[in-house]
């Protein structure tokens, strides 16, 4: 089973700074159907303008990945991390017992990015700071695994795998063995199992055993793949 959701449906968020699109529940945006698919609680994408971004503000007991599609993005956190996150690079927080933490725009061009939220399955952790940059090389034509709980990559505290794509050439394949999925077209066109989507589409994916994707255009893509069921402490 593979629901569609159009970009249109998801919250927005719109201020002279900032431009958001939630895909779940967030902030002043509610719907009692639209809270999480499995472990993945938020699914922003997010447009800052230059000069911008989040002050300091807390967090605990929540596994935080920022995706930078395009700029630059400058953490810093009360543990003492401070880095800059370029485009093709991932940053990931274990918000764990608890951490402050801000994210501004690092240039003088518009900042993209994807902010992901998951529930973790354990509470209380020692929070952690992670950060790796993934070429186009890496993930051409084939999805590379950059985040996984049981995989040599960047951790995570929760079964949860996130894979990137460039999809150009060829059709590529994923076997979903049980499990379900949720797919986001970052730019570009494709075909998943034979259904069209569109840049800024997503697709939450459930009961299939194989999914095929195919580009139509030149695309990016982001995959998490994720358990039926899951252990969460919140």
Known sequence: MIKVIPNVENFLTKTDWLTSFHHFSFGEHYDSTKVNFGPLRVF??????????????PHHDMEIVTCVTEGM???????????????GEIHRTSAGSGVFHSAYNHSDKILKLLQIWIMPDKKGIKPEYEQRKFSKEQRQDKLLCIISQKQSTMHLHQDVSFYIACLERKKITHELKGRMSYLFVIVGKIKLNGIEL???????????????????????????????SFTSTN
């Open 44 to 57: 922003n994408d997010d447009v800052i303008n230059q000069g911008e971004g989040f002050g300091f503000h």
């Open 73 to 87: 993005l400058e953490h810093r956190d009360d543990f003492g991390n401070q880095g800059i996150v370029k485009e």
């Open 198 to 228: 569109f840049g800024k589409d997503s697709a939450m994916i459930q009961k299939e055993e194989i999914i095929e994707m195919t580009p139509i255009t030149k695309s990016e893509i982001i995959l998490l793949d994720m358990p039926e």
